[in-house]
């Protein structure tokens, strides 16, 4: 190769995917994504609403980040590669984005969203409070 060539590697798509992994970037106003579990901060969901959920519609809406994610969590786990992360299996999660995820998540959805994920035949991850 001579020097005025560039160096045409190309970067894996995990590689890729690790770049574009989102995180919170804030730990004192962290939520996480009521379907999910993703953890991002109120802000991130609001730029840029949920890798994962798009179908959600947070992204620029106030009133949907609200009645979509929670401060209601337990524990966290950071998940690099969801296809191969026993954790990612565990958490149920493998198909999603690389991010920060909560273990548990507890809250309800609003009857127009439990809707739309109902109708759009996708599940969810967190629990009902309990009374």
């Not at 299996?89 to 920060?100: A, I, Q």
């Amino acid at each position: 190769m001579s020097s005025g060539e560039e160096d045409d590697e190309e970067v894996p798509q995990q590689v890729a995917d690790l770049a574009n992994a989102s995180t919170p970037t804030n730990l004192r106003t962290i939520r996480a994504c009521k379907r999910c579990g993703l953890l991002k901060t109120y802000d991130q969901f609001f730029d840029i609403g949920c890798e994962n959920c798009p179908f959600l519609g947070m992204r620029d809406t106030p009133n949907r980040v609200n009645s979509c994610t929670t401060a209601f969590f337990e524990g966290q786990a950071a998940v690099m590669d969801p296809r191969e992360s026993w954790v990612a299996k565990w958490l149920r999660v493998d198909d999603y984005h690389p991010g920060v995820y909560a273990i548990s998540v507890t809250g309800t959805f609003d009857v127009d969203v439990k809707e739309v994920i109902e109708n759009g035949g996708y599940s969810w991850r967190c629990r009902p409070v309990a009374s």
